[in-house]
């Protein structure tokens, strides 16, 4: 495969103002020319090796920084958006569409909002008997939409709120694990924590100071929601202005995103960064001996594997989803190039959904996206009780994976054959551009149809 060339003009330009240097001085510092340099921020010519080396050298940049996953996420959901019928005639070029990515990113967002307003307009017309006289049907963004959307285009990772989990992880006196130590944090902030059998997974009276945590729960799973009120407790003024710059539409949104970066710095306490990064690269990134070693559960460490994107100290880049039973994407993240659809669920060749096949067993599978990249997966289902024999048992799948470059950091890629009989798996049927499929369920959107009754393929219709 062809290298892919570093088109960065947008961080280019965001470098420079940030150290506040004119492009004249900012070029005599790269040690290129001045239109050079002014190409290469306008994305006309890609970076070169010599000028990332410089960055790095001159300004001791995380070369990292220079990716383009940002810009990916936004042309895969610019992609899939443009695949409604409503841009039929008007279809933007793939390049075209990464030219935005690259250097209007707002704008593409901007779209992304407006078009995100549209469908649920067009949602809302299917049940206009129902919207009628209602005070509350004005149009805007579906809450929960809008915080998932903060922690994608945040790369899942906040700083301020990991650094903050990292120190508080670090405070825990000898002898002490995460649990005690949370328990003995909620002692000091008057808050008596009792483990109750018929008590849902966390009940906190602030009247009483009681905290109530489900006996039934795993370990695991008691820690985490301990962390979680510790969040809300302890960390109420980091919380509130992390949200406050997040700028949310609704007070909903708001509730919702709290919650969210509660759970983050649960999940961040319970797996410190340096310390679980360090495991994670020694292990090479075993999930059940990291789940084992820190008393967290394999969710929670492929959910950690994900988020280690820190600046100067980032992690292997990998992708994360749950996956219902239904095929839903029900959590999603991705620091590799491989993106997920934001409707419906996920591509039916992917491991993932065969997992369900095979519960509590590992699938491994070495797969190739439509452009050309390579990818290992990784998967499993889970199942979790309710603690009794009526109670609903829960049922989903987890799939973790890296392009390929860097499977040999993982000890599940032991043994795979990386030379050839990689598996072809989309986005979603919508957007796909491979016309063999047999497991196509619609019609890429984006494509006319060619209907012929005298022929019959794999599928009843070609792609023109």
Known sequence: MAQQKLYSGAKLREIRNQIGLTQKDFAARLGV???????????????????VLALAREFGLDVTELSAGDSERLVSDLREALAD?????????????????????????????????????????????EALGREDSSLRLSPWEEVRDFFHYCDNYIDAVDRAAEHF???????????????????????TVRMVRGAPLRRFDPASGILEISAKASPATQAFQLLHQVALLTQSDLLEATLDLARFQSDESRAIAKIGLANYFAGAALLPYRRFLSAATASRHDLETLADQFGASLEQV??????????????????????DQAGTITKRHSATRLQFARFGGACPLWNVHRAFETPGRFL????????????????????KGGGSFHAPVRRYAL?????????????YADGMDRTGGFDPIGISCRICEREDCHQR??????????????HRHVLPYSME
Do not use: W
């Not at 019928?85 to 933007?92: E, G, Y």
């Not at 670090?170 to 949370?182: E, F, N, S, Y």
């Not at 470059?405 to 000890?411: E, P, S």
């Open 169 to 191: 992880a670090a405070q825990a006196g000898a002898g002490q694990d995460v649990t005690d130590h949370a328990i003995a944090t909620l002692a000091r902030q008057k808050i």
């Open 441 to 454: 369920s619609v019609p890429p959107l984006e494509r006319r149809l060619r209907v012929d009754h005298d």
């Open 85 to 129: 019928p409503l841009f039929a005639n008007a279809t933007p070029s793939l390049p075209d569409l990464r030219l935005v990515g690259a250097n209007a990113s707002s704008f593409a967002r901007a779209f992304l909002d407006l078009h995100r307003a549209y469908r649920q307009a067009q949602e809302q017309l299917g049940a206009l008997d």
């Open 33 to 51: 020319s001045l239109p050079y340099l002014n190409q290469m921020e306008n994305n006309n010519r890609p970076l070169s090796t010599s000028v």
């Open 302 to 323: 492929a959910h950690r594997l994900s988020t280690l994107q820190r600046p100067g100290a980032k992690g292997v880049p990998f992708f994360f989803v749950r996956v």
């Open 399 to 411: 799939g973790l994976g890296c392009e390929v470059d860097h499977a040999d950091a993982l000890v």
């Open 364 to 383: 491994r599978q070495m797969a190739e996206t439509p452009d050309g990249v390579r990818y290992f997966c990784l998967s499993i289902a889970i199942s």
